[in-house]
């Protein structure tokens, strides 16, 4: 890390040349949250931000009105073939395990997740949506 020109403040600098396309740098984002505004229509993973779930799956929740049932129809297993072809996996959904709702792609993910600041904000069970802390979730 050295100062670069003015007004750039610093950057990042090789010692050594690289490959093109080389990875250089890599880091965990501090914090990352899903925008109460689309968790209706997109599952994604609470730590990595992932789709969580078949391809399926997520289509049934975009198109889910009956007006699109030919679509998805039509669809046949191609949703199936493109999710095998990208390696995605099985599309399973791995929940809270303290039953708080959040989802997740996988185990490791939650228990990374829980490690880093799950653990302080997971609400565990309610039983109804006037729950204060479900309430606060929601308008944060």
């Keep these: 890390v050295k100062a670069a020109q003015p007004p750039k403040g610093f950057g990042l600098y090789a010692l050594n040349g690289c490959p093109a396309c080389a990875d250089v740098f890599t880091e965990e984002p501090l914090f990352a949250m899903q925008h109460t505004g689309n968790r209706r229509v997109v599952a ?4 990595c931000c992932g789709f969580v779930g078949s391809v399926q799956a997520q289509l049934e929740v975009l198109f889910g009105e009956a007006r699109f049932a030919p679509l998805l129809a039509g669809l046949g297993d191609f949703p199936r073939r493109w999710q095998e072809s990208a390696g995605e996996g099985s599309g399973t959904v791995v ?12 185990e490791a993910c939650r228990d990374a997740h829980f490690q880093h600041s799950h653990n302080l904000l997971c609400v565990g069970k309610i039983q109804g949506e006037d729950h204060p802390l479900l309430r606060f979730k929601y308008l944060a």
């Design 44 to 47: 994604s993973c609470a730590r």
């Design 95 to 106: 929940r809270c395990a303290q039953g708080c709702g959040e989802i997740y792609c996988s």
